[in-house]
């Protein structure tokens, strides 16, 4: 097996760490920082049709993360799978675990999908939106709209997730940025539709915004238009993803045959998905109560913590981009037997993601105003920036020992040990922080700062624990059976 695909793809278990380190995170801290111009340019655009739109994306997010994260679970078994096969040197079962994997995961999508459209307004009501409201009403229509392309958006991540466990980290980029690229290009018109569309100014076409609305008279989807052309962009990106990975280019070769699920397998992917999609799943559902907590103060809080979510939400795929990275590099190496570089690769980029953090968060706690303050224009939106820059100024300290945790997530997985990152994940959100912002809440009766308090608190008591039990090195016999499996 050899060709352009396989030259993309990086071997971790032998030689020096740092550099094949760097190739393999690079790209996908790239992805991870090309995912948050996604969200940027939609939460950019949104605020301008008004705090009402933002407050909807807050509580429609929610609900999109954790559809995504029962479908994600699923795709980070194909990762440490392929990854766990690729050490071992078993090509043959790296292609039958991206058939399985892609048949399985695109079954569970037209699942989602189905069920997320029907119930999506009572999922908006029950995050804390009062039913009837222009906030409930656009919600609906944006998670409605996100729920029609699910399949698509599945297909995009899985494709990023079965190339990642095989080390080829740069495809999956180029994608991204042709998906973004489209996204960024398609928001301002499908959300505020040509009539007085800034867009037009700003490329020196001031006056064909006119034109172009008395020739169509469209005026924008509004906030659904986000969603529109977030699927939009999602679906392109899988298509040649799709196309590539048939095309026998980027090294992986399946036939048709391993698209036929084989219980066997079927049962390991699940094994290892289950728990990492209660993982990321259990997460989304505890920024859902942190939400209706923020909702007792008002819109404006609710707005404010979308804001503030977005700038947390950079951090924190930073880090997942160096924790994806860990995956591979624990994946491999235990895969190939090589435990003790397993581990140092882990302590190697716990220690990168923590300084760099650590420097960065200075910056945000210092200028916390003025970031808040970019996504929201007019007099009306001033509680809104005060509250935004108390919750970076309150949680932002707190980035380093975000950074480092998910390390340690991603170290757990990589091995197998989807069950220990699990109950790592549930311990920092509901143990510790949903408990903590509640009392905060209902006893010192300080409002949304509670809930900013508990997020940063439990920043710090996670990484510590966790940081123990991975010195006791236990994590490293959750490695999967490498061994061949019976032919189709």
């Known amino acids: 097996m050899s060709g352009a695909g396989e030259s993309r793809a990086v071997d971790v278990t032998d030689g020096d760490l740092l550099k094949p380190i760097a190739f393999l995170a690079i790209p996908l801290v790239l992805t991870q920082l090309l995912q948050v111009a996604y969200n940027v340019a939609d939460t950019f655009w949104v605020g301008r049709v008004g705090s009402d739109a933002v407050a909807a994306i807050s509580f429609a997010f929610p609900i999109i993360f954790l559809v995504i994260s029962v479908g994600g679970g699923f795709t980070v078994a194909g990762t440490i799978l392929i990854a766990q096969h690729k050490g071992a040197d078993n090509h043959e079962e790296v292609d039958h675990v991206v058939g399985q994997t892609i048949s399985f995961v695109l079954l569970v999508s037209i699942v989602a999908s189905i069920v997320g459209y029907v119930f999506t307004p009572q999922l908006i009501a029950l995050i804390g939106a009062e039913a009837g409201s222009p906030v409930h009403g656009m919600a609906v229509s944006y998670t409605r709209a996100w729920f029609l392309g699910t399949v698509t958006v599945f297909a995009f ?93 980027l090294g992986i070769r399946p036939s048709l045959s391993q698209f036929r699920l084989r219980f066997e397998t079927v049962k390991t992917i699940v094994r290892l998905g289950i728990p990492a999609g209660i993982e990321q799943s259990t997460r989304a559902l505890g920024l859902t109560v942190l939400t209706a907590f923020v909702a007792i103060a008002g819109a404006d809080a609710v707005a404010a913590y979308g804001i503030g979510s977005r700038v947390y939400a950079v951090f924190t795929l930073l880090s997942l981009g160096i924790a994806q990275a860990t995956e591979v590099v624990v994946g491999q190496n235990l895969g190939a037997k090589k435990s003790d570089r397993a581990r140092r690769g882990v302590l190697l980029n716990a220690g990168l993601v ?47 020992f975000l950074g480092v945790f998910q390390i340690l997530m991603g170290a757990f997985r990589g091995s197998g040990s989807t069950r220990i990152a699990m109950g790592f994940s549930i311990l920092s959100l509901w143990v510790i922080q949903i408990p903590i912002a509640f009392g905060l809440i209902q006893w010192a009766g300080i409002g949304e700062t509670g809930v900013w308090y508990a997020m940063a608190v439990s920043n710090v008591v996670s990484v510590l624990v966790a940081g123990l039990w991975f010195l006791r090195g236990t994590w490293t016999s959750g490695v999967i059976d490498t061994s061949p499996a019976p032919a189709d």
Do not use: C, K
Request: proline share 4%; net charge negative.
């Open 354 to 400: 923590g300084g760099a953090f650590a420097a960065v968060s200075v910056v945000v706690y210092a200028f916390a105003p003025e970031i808040i303050g970019v996504f929201l224009t007019g007099d009306e939106s001033s509680d809104v920036v005060r509250m935004g820059a108390e919750f970076l100024m309150i949680v932002g300290p707190t980035f380093a």
């Open 157 to 249: 991540f899985m494709f990023q997730a079965l190339l990642r466990g095989w080390g080829d980290t740069r495809t999956p980029l180029y994608l991204m940025t042709i998906s973004v690229v489209l996204n960024v290009a398609l928001d301002p018109f499908l959300i505020l539709g040509f009539e007085n569309n800034p867009v037009f100014h700003v490329l020196g076409l001031g006056g064909l915004e006119s034109t172009f609305y008395a020739a169509t008279g469209f005026a924008g989807f509004g906030v659904q238009g986000a969603a529109i052309a977030t699927v939009f962009s999602r679906a392109v990106g899988a298509a040649v993803g799709i196309w590539l990975l048939f095309s026998g280019q």
